[in-house]
């Protein structure tokens, strides 16, 4: 039995270019299939459970439009004239901006395919620019990803950070390896005191081997110095998890008590399935994919429970099947109580949840605290709710996750309500997915043909 | 009872998400069942209405002072102390002194434990303006407010 349900368009990845592509329902697997007249036929498992596939449409958020487009042409074609067009349908919530495309590392792993070729360092009169993209885009409340490669290999990260916030950009999380930061503490001090808000920490496992087939090497000593770095100087981390069958897909459960043991340093986990763009060892077959549900099992089954499939909601700030996250309490004896749950049904305000989003957590705890009576803050009663409360508001932990989309599963149909996007020093911003995806042969739509233009 | 409300309490109902049709239903009721708690000038009646439990604060004339409410159940109350807190309020069916005590008190499966306002010759519990709009909203709101 195969059913079609769904139509939209995709890449060839040979020859990148646009192709139509259409849904499919089979066994209870949704797959998207296309064919490019010249190179053939693609099929590729995208979701598995049909129902659940179509129940989350209902956590679908209102269409929003970018402030300002920086392409202006009456006839579209999605997604060669990215950059936002009119026909995009989600504005900007998180901004990426990359500092430079070297890294201390290279990673046999790595969307940038950092460490190779030309070499792009953005000068700070650029990277002003690319702030500014971002403020005239999104108007208020910007949250600003930095970026790379490895940002921390620019000794002026602080400024570029500290300008940020001069030009009264709200949040600014650093994406990073933190191996610098495990060297330096002085180092993270001085980003942390130019305005970092948190850091977006690659942690890909417990173990020493997951870091040889991610990184190459052995750092998983260095990985948890780092954390020990953040907890002395009390910055915030995001643990970024790449998640494959290859590689680590039975350590979720381990990673996310690993996250539990250092909250609230640990803010959250965030696991990121594989995708097969920019630096990846092999061509992706079904059986290399973990997809969102396979990955909400695996959780529900790693942690024997205590976080279950319907724990998980969409964030309703992009495409209903581009993300998922859950929240919850770590409770006194360590285990986990989610304040998520899908019976709670899709947000009640979904049309302005997309500039919630971003500051999100700390909203949460700025109406806990409005609602609080400071004066009986002191030492609540054991078992009590306002106890409760009290650990709440130290002692949570989000998970979440986002499937990025490579050449071979991209849908332009997720791309058009895409809320995270990568600044151009050429002033476009562009769905983060979209700027890395490149064809089996390397080249890409976005990523080396714009950076390579400002590269040195 | 002829039940008035003066604009500002009206504008804090409407605030507080409650009607103004179910507060004068908690007090018409209260008032015919004689469940309610009073303290020689005003009174305090407590009602369940699908979800929450409303309540409403009113002199002997009618006049309503405030209205609040909470989603959380309330659930048995735990031993008090030998010498509990006295308050001013009297279970009028009961006639006899509430006290400050503790309680159960579950919201979406968890349940923690609260002071309340409580009668112990028939056990029922009243919780009191501060801990409906400040901890248990609070508690209420990590559930409710932010869902994704
Ligand atoms: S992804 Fe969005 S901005 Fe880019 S071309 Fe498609 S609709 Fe336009
Ligand atoms: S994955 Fe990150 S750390 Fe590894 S080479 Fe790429 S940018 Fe550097
Ligand atoms: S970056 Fe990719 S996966 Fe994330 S929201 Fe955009 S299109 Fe979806
Ligand atoms: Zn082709
Ligand atoms: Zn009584």
Request: charged letters at 25%; one cysteine or more.
């Amino acid at each position: 039995m195969s059913e079609i349900i769904g139509e939209t368009e995709s890449l060839c990845p040979e020859c990148l270019k646009v192709i139509p592509a259409v849904k499919i329902a089979e066994n209870d697997n949704i797959y998207l299939e296309k064919t490019c007249p010249e190179h053939g036929k693609y099929k590729v498992l995208i979701w598995r459970g049909v129902d659940d596939y179509l129940s989350l449409k209902k956590y679908a958020c209102v269409p929003s439009k970018p402030n300002v487009c920086a392409v202006d042409k009456e006839e579209i074609v999605c997604p060669l004239d990215c950059g936002l067009c009119k026909e995009h349908t989600q504005h900007t919530c998180i901004a990426i901006l990359e500092v430079t495309n070297g890294c201390n590392l290279k990673c046999p792993i790595c969307f940038a395919s950092a460490s190779s070729g030309y070499k792009f360092h953005p000068d700070l009169d650029t990277i002003r620019k690319m702030y500014q993209t971002a403020l005239d885009s999104v108007g208020e409340n910007v949250c600003i990803q930095i970026s790379g490669g490895e940002p921390t290999i620019r000794d002026d990260l602080p400024e570029i950070v500290k300008m940020g916030k001069d030009m009264s950009i709200s949040y600014i999380e650093l994406n990073t390896n933190g191996v610098r930061f495990a060297e330096e503490i002085e180092f993270l001090q001085r980003c942390k005191d130019a305005g970092v808000d948190s850091l977006y920490f690659s942690f890909d496992g417990v173990t020493s081997d997951v870091f040889m087939k991610t990184c190459g090497r052995d750092l998983l000593e260095t990985k948890l110095k780092t954390i020990e770095n953040c907890k002395k100087v009390e910055m915030g981390v995001t643990l970024v998890t790449v998640v494959s069958p290859d590689i680590n897909l039975d350590q979720i459960g381990q990673i996310i008590d690993f996250a539990k043991k250092n909250v609230p340093t640990v803010k959250g986990v965030h696991f990121q399935p594989l995708s097969y763009f920019g630096r990846y060892p092999i061509v992706p077959q079904d059986e290399n994919r973990t997809v969102l549900p396979d990955l909400l099992v695996e959780i529900e089954k790693q942690t024997k429970g205590q976080l279950r499939v319907d724990n998980f909601i969409p964030t309703s700030c992009t495409n209903v099947h581009c993300d998922i996250k859950s929240m919850s309490v770590v409770l006194e004896d360590g285990s986990l109580f989610p304040l998520t749950h899908r019976s709670m049904g899709p947000p009640k305000d979904t049309c302005c949840i997309a500039s919630k989003t971003r500051q999100e957590v700390s909203d949460l705890w700025r109406f806990v605290d409005e609602s609080m009576d400071s004066s009986n803050e002191s030492d609540p009663e054991p078992g009590s709710w306002d106890e409760f409360i009290q650990r709440a508001k130290s002692n949570y932990l989000t998970i979440s996750s986002m499937p990025f989309q490579d050449v071979w599963n991209v849908e332009t149909e997720r791309l058009r309500g895409c809320c995270i996007h990568t600044i151009t020093p050429d002033g476009k911003l562009i769905p983060f997915c979209l700027f890395n995806i490149n064809s089996v042969h390397g080249q890409t739509l976005y990523r080396h043909e714009v950076f390579g233009k400002y590269s040195q | 009872m002829d039940v008035k409300f003066s604009d500002s309490v009206k504008e804090l109902i409407g605030e507080r998400g409650l009607k103004i049709d179910d507060v004068i239903d908690i007090i018409n009721t209260a008032e015919s069942s004689n469940r309610k708690l009073n303290d020689g000038s005003k009174n305090l009646a407590k009602k369940r209405i699908g979800e929450v439990t409303i309540y409403a604060v009113y002199d002997d004339n009618g006049n309503v002072e405030t209205a609040y409410s909470h989603r959380m159940v309330l659930g048995e109350i735990q031993k008090t102390t030998d010498e509990p807190d006295p308050t001013n309020w009297v279970c009028v069916s009961c006639n006899e002194k509430a006290v400050i005590g503790t309680v159960l008190m579950t919201y979406m499966g968890v349940t923690r434990s609260g002071p309340a306002v409580v009668c112990e010759k028939c056990g029922d519990a009243w919780i009191e303006e501060y801990l409906a709009t400040k901890t248990i909203a609070a508690a209420e709101g990590l559930f409710e407010k932010k869902k994704a």
